[in-house]
């Protein structure tokens, strides 16, 4: 098993360009989810999938967008970037749930100019 | 909804002695407690978690407490070695409607050879 894979491992976009971060895993885990990791900050929860076709805000959601079309992948679109959103991106899944340990790919590090 | 602090926010020891870190909750119906280790530049690892209907919890050196009742839960690494040095996360999960897990901001742990 490959575990979860995202992809780019990196990206520059600038002020206002779009983008989409990959997520994929091969666990067949129902829930998926993305955070956001800032300096002193913590991971702060972006969006979540408890299955295909649902997902949910977390408590960081403006300016992103998910869709969970399949069980394997979770995408993550920045529909106009800023350069409050240069972080670090981390999709994470799960059997069943935040009350499972979650699997973790290996991020994103995007920075908007 | 849940709010997840964590103390120290960074934390330096001697190889071989102990390293405790705290977090406190304050969603009562919180019953899924993690600890994650990232280390520089990789991805946070599930090292160990407890639920409610448990105490206490021990792998080889590390061992988390849970203390429901005054709502925190604490991780204990004894006998610290260089290679634990990293950042160390918490997190808490509600029970039921909310399909969330919140971390706490971290604590860099140094262990000094």
């Known amino acids: 098993n490959a575990g979860v894979t995202q992809t780019p491992k990196f990206q520059v976009l600038k002020t206002g360009q779009s983008m989409t971060l990959q997520c994929a895993q091969d666990?067949?885990?129902?829930?998926m989810s993305w955070y956001r990791q800032d300096p002193g900050m913590g991971l702060r929860l972006i969006h979540y999938s408890v299955g295909a076709g649902i997902t949910d805000q977390g408590e960081v959601p403006n300016g992103y967008n998910v869709s969970r079309s399949t069980t394997e992948d979770f995408p993550l679109r920045l529909l106009s970037a800023a350069p409050s959103q240069t972080s670090v991106y981390f999709c994470?899944?799960?059997?069943?749930?935040?009350?499972?340990?979650?699997?973790f790919g290996s991020g994103t590090r995007l920075t908007v100019v | 909804g849940e709010n997840v602090e964590q103390h120290p926010s960074t934390l330096s020891v001697q190889e071989g002695d102990s390293a405790v870190i705290k977090c406190t909750y304050s969603d009562s119906a919180s019953n899924y407690f993690p600890w994650y280790k990232q280390e520089l530049g990789k991805r946070p690892q599930l090292i160990i978690d407890i639920r409610s209907n448990v105490g206490e919890k021990k792998d080889q050196r590390i061992a988390v407490t849970l203390n429901k009742t005054a709502k925190h839960f604490s991780l204990h690494i004894t006998e610290t070695q260089p290679e634990d040095s990293a950042v160390y996360f918490c997190?808490?999960?509600?029970?039921?409607?909310?399909?969330?897990?919140?971390f706490g901001k971290g604590t860099k742990l140094t262990v000094n050879p």
């Open positions: 994470a899944s799960s059997p069943d749930g935040p009350n499972y340990g979650y699997t």
């Open positions: 997190a808490a999960a509600p029970q039921g409607g909310s399909e969330k897990l919140v």
């Open positions: 666990m067949n885990h129902e829930y």
